[in-house]
């Protein structure tokens, strides 16, 4: 197995798999205009946390390995993009019916 054309030894999984989450990093971006062709951007398209254990710092640790990670070889990244659901769009109930998963809680922002 390989990974940016390097090799990778794949570690073997524990008997027990208990999925708490998932991070993504990826070289192409979902929207082509936020490609900056002078940079090497990857981007974090998908971050989830099993909604039992958001908010004990899971997604903070999973975006801090991610961005350390995405500057060491090999790939080298010299900026992130994250992507998110827009705040007008995440009390939107028939986009969670769509993809089969709860309404977000929506916090407010404080300025």
Same mark, same amino acid.
């Given at each position: 197995m390989s990974l940016v054309?390097? #090799?990778?030894?794949?570690?073997? #999984? %524990?008997?027990?798999?208990? %999925? ?11 929207? #082509? ?8 951007? !990857?981007?974090?398209?998908?971050? !989830?946390?099993? /909604?039992?254990?958001?908010? /004990? ?18 790939? /080298? ?24 998963? #709860? ?6 922002? !404080?300025?």
């Open positions: 054309g390097k #090799p990778r030894e794949i570690s073997q #999984p %524990p008997r027990e798999f208990s %999925p708490i989450g998932h991070i993504s990093l990826d070289s192409q971006a979902e929207d #082509p205009e936020l490609v900056d062709p002078k940079r090497v951007v !990857y981007y974090v398209s998908t971050l !989830y946390i099993s /909604n039992v254990l958001q908010g /004990n710092g899971l997604g903070r640790a999973a975006m801090d390995v991610a961005e350390a990670r995405a500057t060491e070889s090999p790939f /080298n990244a010299e900026a992130l993009a994250l992507s998110t659901l827009a705040r007008e769009q995440a009390g939107n109930l028939e986009i969670w019916k769509e993809v089969h998963f #709860p309404p977000l809680k929506v916090r407010p922002v !404080y300025r």
